[in-house]
């Protein structure tokens, strides 16, 4: 009995070590979404003003989300709270964050969209 608890406990760390593992993977591809999303806290205004992180592959945002987003929504919760913050965007255009911001810093599938990063019309990837 002692020692099928030992495989059991083995067997539990080790698919929680994949789950860990799997998400460092996923977050080391990932980066922020430059398409605002609602950031939740308008009250009853319903403004789409926060650019937030996201991983290489997977999608979670209040109003929605992929399987992969789902499946990872507790990491990427805890990764947004430790590493890679939301950013809202200010109606007064006082956003230092956005000039500090590299291309590596933006989601790969978001890189094509950035006019404000470029000097001319050529895509940089």
């Known amino acids: 009995m002692k020692r099928r608890n030992t495989f ?9 070590v994949l789950y860990g593992a799997g998400y460092v993977a996923n977050s080391a591809r ?12 308008m009250g009853f205004m319903h403004v789409d ?4 992180w996201q991983p290489g592959c997977g999608y979670l945002s ?10 990872y929504a507790p990491l990427i919760w805890l990764d947004r709270q430790l590493v890679h913050r939301t950013y809202l965007i200010k109606m ?3 956003n230092p964050w956005l000039t500090q911001m590299v291309l590596s810093d933006i989601h ?3 890189r094509s969209n950035l006019w ?10």
């Not at 059991?8 to 929680?16: D, K, Q, R």
């Not at 404000?116 to 990837?125: A, E, V």
């Open 30 to 41: 990932g980066g922020y979404w430059t398409t605002p999303e609602r950031s939740g806290g």
């Open 92 to 94: 007064d255009r006082s």
């Open 8 to 16: 059991l406990l083995i067997g539990v760390a080790g698919v929680f």
């Open 49 to 52: 003003n926060a650019v937030r």
């Open 108 to 110: 790969p599938q978001c």
């Open 62 to 71: 209040p109003r929605r989300s992929d399987l992969l987003g789902q499946f």
């Open 116 to 125: 404000w990063k470029q000097t001319d019309d050529t895509p940089r990837n």
